[in-house]
């Protein structure tokens, strides 16, 4: 089967569009970690990836400030198929980004992707029992259309062509550079410049170590804090798995022992929150300067994984503040000066550059506009299943992680359902697999509980999780496990049908 070569210009000919078994919508870690996926396990089946931008890579070819870094050890990061052979526990871009590739060429993906090919709508035919999906191609007017049985989007959680960044009053007079990391400039020269960074979570406290040698001064100015944990910069443990029993088994264990230990450690966090609290503050005070004042600055209001916990490898964060590198000031900003940042306690923060780390803009399945039989579909009104399917929509299932885990442990276990469902269908000849909502009743509730700004702007824009089971969102990965591996995929949960489309084009 070859998807090489389009008929046409807009991929179409008298025949109609191109069509293939499964279309997926990213080509970042969730897309082609789910193409890989299927190519091991349904070769049989054509498949195609759009992708918007210019290169594969998703998040980890679209960051490009200094340090840019998974926060999630790489043995839980990396996919459960593949193993990875870096060193460090918290891998950079990067080697993320040539893991990615690699494992696109190793299946055979690479040629199967269409760059600058934005997905715009997609519409599911009842009596075809098919989407058919339009994507803009470049930056122009011109637009193709592909059909598929099965539509998965991997296009992540967030808007990739602008960050967050609130109004600050007074911006405009700010004579120095403004950068949101999101976009940041590939000739910023901050060599020997005074530079502020408004945020407190995972990029700054990334970017601040990783700026400080070169500055003449870094700030991370918050308006409250974080919790910040240290962790070793590589997993000796894992290295000496790898080392005794070979990269395939080495990595299956170190994987699991590093699966068990985000599970345990989140588990205790909720159970005995002050205990950890304590012990982080511990951690942090043995890093810092003997008079430093981590109340003030170390010391968030809320519970530990109210919202994410911001990592940091050798605790080099509290390295550049013990070495008078970087400093953290928590106040709010009053306004922007000429020369810096005016706070509300007075003081002012002189600033050369001003980065602001303040977040991510959501963006629920890449922007796409679902219809059904024409009819835009609403997602604020549709239930998650099983945590990667939607309610009431045929044939459609997507990618979205965990918020205390590795996103890459809940890709796995839904590319592996998908397997498993498209076996399935196959088994009982079904060409349409929905996920029914008989309880319109039943009560939802936000997709996810952080309390994050970045998440609490965006509620009112995504799906709801539901209250009962099968519509239930997991936070816990070895319930996933029960509930998207082990669990038969024909318990009854799902409704099948058997419809016939027309015979479309093939791309044999």
Not at 205 to 228: D, K
Not at 452 to 464: D, I, M, T
Request: aromatic share 10%.
């Amino acid at each position: 089967m070859s998807i090489d070569h389009p008929s046409g210009p807009n991929g179409i000919d008298a025949a109609g569009p191109e069509h293939v078994d499964v279309l997926i919508v990213g080509a970042g870690l969730s897309g082609i970690g789910v193409a890989a996926r299927l190519r091991r396990e349904h070769p049989e089946r054509s498949l195609l990836i759009l992708e918007a931008r210019t290169a594969s890579g998703g998040t980890w070819d679209l960051f490009r400030y200094p340090g840019t870094r998974t926060d999630s050890d790489v043995q839980t990061y990396g996919y459960d198929f593949k193993p990875w052979r870096g060193r460090k526990a918290l891998a950079p871009a990067a080697d993320i980004l040539d893991y990615i590739r690699e494992t696109a060429r190793e299946y055979d993906v690479e040629r199967r992707i269409r760059y600058n090919h934005r997905v715009i709508r997609a519409n599911w035919a009842l009596g075809e029992a098919r989407w058919t999906v339009t994507a803009r191609v470049g930056d122009g007017p011109e637009t193709v259309t592909y059909t598929a049985n099965w539509l998965f989007c991997a296009s992540g959680y967030y808007n990739y062509d602008k960050g967050h960044t609130p109004k600050f009053p007074g911006a405009e007079r700010f004579a120095g550079q403004i950068v949101h990391p999101q976009h940041w400039p590939a000739d910023l020269d901050y060599v020997g410049k005074r530079v502020v960074v408004i945020g407190s979570g995972a990029t700054a406290v990334t970017l601040i170590p990783a700026m400080a040698a070169a500055t003449a001064h870094v700030t991370m100015l918050q308006r409250s804090p974080s919790y910040v944990l240290p962790l070793p910069v590589e997993d000796t443990l894992a290295e000496t798995f790898r080392r005794v029993l070979g990269d395939e088994r080495g990595y299956r264990i170190a994987r699991k022992k590093n699966i068990a230990l985000n599970v345990w450690i989140y588990r205790l966090a909720r159970r005995f929150p002050n205990q950890f609290r304590a012990m982080i503050r511990w951690l942090n005070k043995r890093r810092l300067p003997a008079d430093f004042d981590v109340d003030t600055h170390f010391n968030p209001r809320y519970a530990p994984w109210d919202q994410r916990l911001c990592i940091v490898p050798g605790g080099d964060l509290f390295a550049v503040i013990r070495g008078g590198k970087a400093s953290v000031v928590t106040d709010t900003i009053e306004t922007f000066t000429e020369t810096g940042i005016q706070l509300a306690s007075g003081e002012h923060l002189d600033a050369d550059i001003i980065i602001t780390a303040t977040g991510l803009d959501l963006l629920a399945l890449g922007g796409i506009e679902l219809r059904l039989d024409g009819e835009p579909v609403d997602i604020t009104k549709q239930v998650m299943f099983k945590g990667t399917m939607l309610s009431d929509i045929p044939n459609f299932s997507f990618a979205i992680g965990y918020a205390n885990a590795p996103w890459t442990l809940k890709l796995d276990l839904v590319a592996g359902y998908l397997c498993r469902l498209l076996t399935t269908m196959d088994r009982h000849g079904a060409t349409v697999a929905v996920a029914e909502n008989q309880r319109p009743d039943m009560k939802t509730q936000p997709l996810f509980a952080l309390t994050s700004g970045y998440v609490q702007r965006a509620q009112e824009r995504l799906p709801r999780a539901g209250t009962e089971d099968p519509w239930t969102l997991n936070t816990d990965y070895y319930k996933d496990v029960s509930v998207l591996r082990d669990a038969p995929v024909n318990d009854g949960t799902l409704t099948f049908a058997n419809v016939q489309p027309k015979a479309p084009r093939g791309t044999d």
